[in-house]
């Protein structure tokens, strides 16, 4: 946690101001800051200035210690406070606070309506098993109205406004449980002592007693016929003055007797348990001699807990004189790091709704915010997203377009191949008419007879061939069909017509010397010849047969 909102523990006493701030370590508290400030000596609240020398007194303190915060956690003193434990029926918070109002009201000195007040459940009652105790606390609205003027004027948010007898109730349960019996522990402040009384690190009792430094000092002073000052001064450098007869002087006394006699008292309301334990804390608990003055009253010897007793790990980051006066208000900041179990505050009900409300509005506000920023990264990266898949769906369209070329060309390919292979069919086959064709007409040349005259051949595709001729007579033609049948390639031959033709007379012939000479006219038979030429790939001998279409004349 940053140093600026960690809470800052702050006690204002009449005679001097005191901070404290804790860090948690996670073997518990591993450094302390804490500091002291002495108030003007004519300083009063309600004077004009009064809380801005306050204020001006705590940012010195805070100064000193070198604590840097805008959250503070104060503390009331006990004798401002109406604070008693009483035992009520179990019931919820809510319920038991109505119970608490109405019995409360025939404690306070002012109206209920005056007050700010709240509780905290203790557990079980020791005298009443059936019933809890509870701690209830209240204080009136002016005083705490100063408070918050304080807190307003240091520009700090106050956290929780709680009690010194609790922060002293802190450093009890720190020390752990002592002896069998009562633990009293007492806070000797400026004008009163607070007093606790708690066994097995419970709380029992609360109380705040009139009895301070500053009576002490006035016995000191009348005692010994001195100025304050010189009273003060010889408090706090010799300790209490001891008479001829080896006890304290008169009215100095006096003051032991009343401090005990509280002490004693405290100690009865919670009945006959003997004190095992007297814890005293607070720079007037250092006195010289004072803790051997209640230990001789009392029967039992007083501890003044040190800072090494309570944070035995802990390093102290301030002024080590400052550690003994600022105990108190380092127990009051041990709320702010967990290590304490009390719960009350009495900041008024309607400043914490105010403060939840806009809690509220900022916890929504940044919800709105991060919802808001989580749309915005939504969008973004669905923009992105989106950008990639077009920029993928172009270079697809892209990579289609390039394919749907391919494909056109691979059709053209396949189409002009297609082609080709049927031309080349074409051509392969006139080739292979062509040389059946010559292969025939060599046959024929060898076998038919000389006098056959051909005077046209025809063969068309995938159609017979067609010869067509003259021949001296029938005979001869029919010699010519035997031969055209013995080619190979032959499959089958027909004659389609055979039929004598009138006597013509012949072409013209002429001489060597240019001369024409008469032609003669002789008779000759015309035939038509379909010869179906062989498909297999070994063509097999024809056989010839003569229809005589027409007859023959």
Not at 17 to 24: E, I, M, N, R, S
Not at 379 to 401: T, V
Request: with cysteine; net charge positive.
């Amino acid at each position: 946690m940053p140093l600026s909102n960690r809470p800052v523990a702050i006690d204002i006493g009449t005679h001097s101001v005191k901070v404290a701030q804790v860090q948690q370590g996670r073997g518990g508290v591993r450094a302390i800051r804490c500091a002291q400030q002495i108030l003007p000596q004519d300083f009063r609240w309600d004077a004009p200035d009064g809380v801005s020398v306050l204020a001006d007194a705590i940012r010195a303190a805070m100064a000193k210690a070198g604590i840097r915060s805008r959250v503070a956690i104060m503390s009331l003193p006990r004798r401002h406070v109406t604070a008693r434990i009483a035992s009520f029926p179990p019931a919820d918070k809510a319920q038991l606070r109505r119970v608490v109002e109405y019995d409360l009201a025939d404690h306070l000195p002012f109206p209920v309506e005056q007050v700010v007040m709240d509780l905290q459940s203790l557990g079980t009652s020791r005298e009443e098993p059936g019933l809890v105790d509870v701690l209830v606390a209240a204080a009136q609205r002016d005083l705490i109205q100063r408070y918050l003027g304080v807190a307003k004027e240091l520009g700090m948010r106050l956290e929780a406004l709680t009690i010194d007898s609790l922060a002293l109730h802190n450093l009890t349960v720190r020390l752990g449980e002592g002896p069998p019996g009562l633990t009293v522990a007492v806070a000797i402040g400026n004008r009163s002592a607070t007093i606790n009384i708690s066994q097995a690190g419970r709380l029992w009792l609360t109380r705040s007693a009139p009895i301070g430094g500053q009576q002490l000092t006035a016995a000191i002073r009348d005692d010994l016929g001195l100025t304050a000052e010189e009273a003060e001064a010889k408090k706090i450098s010799e300790g209490i003055p001891i008479s001829t007869d080896g006890k304290p002087t008169p009215r100095v006394q006096t003051w032991l007797d009343n401090l005990c006699s509280e002490l004693t008292r405290s100690a009865l309301s919670f009945g006959q348990a003997a004190v095992s334990r007297i814890l005293l804390f607070g720079t007037d608990a250092q006195t010289p001699g004072l803790a051997e003055a209640i230990g001789r009253q009392m029967a039992v010897e007083p501890h003044m807990p040190t800072l090494a007793d309570l944070f035995p790990r802990a390093r102290l980051l301030s002024d080590p004189q400052d550690a003994i006066p600022c105990l108190p208000v380092i127990g009051q900041a041990l709320r702010a790091v967990g290590q304490s179990a009390w719960t009350i505050s009495l900041l008024p009900p309607e400043l914490m709704q105010a403060r939840r409300a806009r809690r509220l509005r900022m916890v929504g506000a940044a919800a709105g915010t991060a919802a808001a920023a989580a749309l915005i990264l939504c969008y973004l990266c669905s923009a992105r997203a989106i950008a990639g898949l077009e920029s993928r769906r172009a270079e697809l369209r892209q990579l289609q377009q390039r394919a749907d070329e391919q494909r056109a060309e691979a059709e053209e390919v396949i189409n002009t191949r297609d082609r080709l292979r049927e031309q080349a069919g074409v051509m392969i086959e006139a080739l292979q008419q062509r040389h059946a064709v010559l292969e025939i007409l060599r046959t024929l040349s060898e076998k038919a007879s000389p006098k056959v005259r051909i005077l046209s051949l025809n063969m068309g595709r995938g159609q017979p061939l067609v010869i067509r001729g003259t021949a001296p007579d029938p005979a001869t033609v029919a010699d010519f069909q035997v031969a055209l049948a013995s080619s190979p390639l032959v499959d089958e031959v027909k004659v389609e017509n055979a039929a004598r033709a009138l006597d013509r007379p012949s072409r013209w012939a002429r001489t060597r010397s240019g001369r024409r000479v008469q032609p003669t006219f002789a008779g000759y038979v015309s035939f038509v010849i379909k010869a179906k030429l062989a498909g297999g790939s070994k063509p097999r001998v024809g056989t010839a047969t003569l229809a005589q279409a027409g007859g023959l004349r």
